[in-house]
């Protein structure tokens, strides 16, 4: 019950809990005339599944150890990169302090160039 007003919701531009009496109805309705089937519980509050619905098989222990293995092994890899990509990053954009840096002004189109010197 839950579950559906809580897709109406983000789906419909409708007050789910105005409509709760309508789903209500509704989950008896298809439960009557067969096309729900409940598998646990009381009333509207419970647990629904179509009638010809299988149910969903169950992997076994080492191929879901066997494929987090696997997802743990890429992770890593995809860190090593990335770790890789920012210490390069930053060795380019750091400047020595013996450097300057010169910041030079925007120029205008046909406008003369004006150069400043330094003073030691």
């Known amino acids: 019950m839950q579950a559906i007003k809580k897709y109406i919701a983000a789906n419909y531009k409708i007050d789910s809990l105005k409509m709760t009496l309508d789903i209500e109805k509704f989950l008896k309705a ?28 169950r992997r076994d222990a080492s191929s879901c150890a066997r494929e987090l293995k696997q997802r743990a092994a890429k992770t890593k890899a995809k860190l090593a990169i990335t770790t890789a990509l920012k210490a390069t990053r930053e060795k380019k954009t750091r400047i020595s302090p013996n450097k300057q840096r010169i910041c030079l002004p925007k120029m205008k189109k046909n406008a003369p160039i004006k150069v400043k010197h330094q003073r030691n």
């Open 30 to 57: 298809a439960v009557a005339s067969g096309d729900l089937v409940k598998t646990k519980g009381k009333g509207a509050s419970c647990f629904f599944k179509f009638p010809g619905a299988q149910a969903r098989h």
